[in-house]
Antibody, heavy 123, light 110 residues
Framework: EVQLLESGGTFVQPGGYLRLTCTAS????????MAWVRQAPGKGLEWVASVSYNGADTQYTESVRGRFTISRDNSKSTVSLQMGGLRDEDTAVYYC????????????????WGRGTLVTVSS | QSALTQPASVSGFPGQSITISCTGTSSDVGGYNSVSWYQQYPGKAPKLMIY???NRPSGVSTRFSGSKSGNTASLTISGLQADDEADYYC??????????FGGGTRLTVL
């Protein structure tokens, strides 16, 4: 059974830093790209970033480029999101998601999702 | 990157069919056959319902179908059931190797 478990969400002040981690199990982690998708309270979904199956390629939405870094450790089956220069508008539930097809990164197809971890940015 | 445009809400009676539209531009929906749809219940993670415009993952009911014409993709749910009541989001590959979600549509089963 595929499982994705996010951790690291907490309360942080504007300008602060935070690292989210997603631990995966139940599939061949090293064969699939992974992504982070967020959802602000009462709002819609927003794709944040994706990392290729081997970590060599990363993609970001415009609003976080230069502030967030996505990475993965295939030996530990984890994907991380290092967040910096946090703003009020980064407040959201952050979901870790698995890409549907092996070895593809540029795809809007996420077939498994974690339960999410809440990041609150406020002074 | 702009969100794709979806109606805020749609509704229908049990047994009826409804269609949710998702309008983008030639830089996303219209330019690529890479559109997906997600179902989300309140407080839960999204579930993939459609990918590649009109393909269903294993386990998704055949009552769900997708299509695309020009810059607009559509999700049709036939034989509406009470447990179809949820939020639905479209998502498309966009230029510059990004993904764009729609604003979401709340489906109410009357």
């Amino acid at each position: 059974e595929v499982q994705l478990l996010e951790s690291g969400g907490t309360f942080v002040q504007p300008g602060g830093y935070l690292r989210l981690t997603c631990t995966a199990s139940g599939f061949t982690f090293s064969s699939y790209a992974m992504a982070w998708v967020r959802q602000a309270p009462g709002k819609g979904l927003e794709w944040v970033a994706s990392v290729s199956y081997n970590g060599a390629d990363t993609q970001y939405t415009e609003s976080v480029r230069g502030r967030f870094t996505i990475s993965r450790d295939n030996s530990k089956s984890t994907v991380s999101l290092q967040m910096g220069g946090l703003r009020d508008e980064d407040t959201a539930v952050y979901y870790c998601a698995k890409v549907l097809q092996p070895r593809r990164i540029s795809t809007p197809y996420f077939d498994y999702w974690g339960r999410g971890t809440l990041v609150t940015v406020s002074s | 990157q702009s969100a794709l445009t979806q109606p805020a809400s749609v509704s229908g009676f049990p047994g009826q069919s409804i269609t949710i539209s998702c309008t983008g531009t030639s830089s996303d929906v219209g330019g690529y056959n890479s559109v997906s749809w997600y179902q989300q219940y309140p407080g839960k993670a999204p579930k993939l319902m459609i990918y590649d415009v009109n393909n269903r993952p294993s386990g998704v009911s055949t009552r769900f179908s997708g299509s695309k014409s020009g810059n607009t993709a559509s999700l049709t749910i036939s034989g509406l059931q009470a447990d179809d009541e949820a939020d639905y989001y479209c998502c498309s590959f966009a230029s510059s190797n990004t993904q764009a979600f729609g604003g979401g549509t709340r489906l109410t089963v009357l």
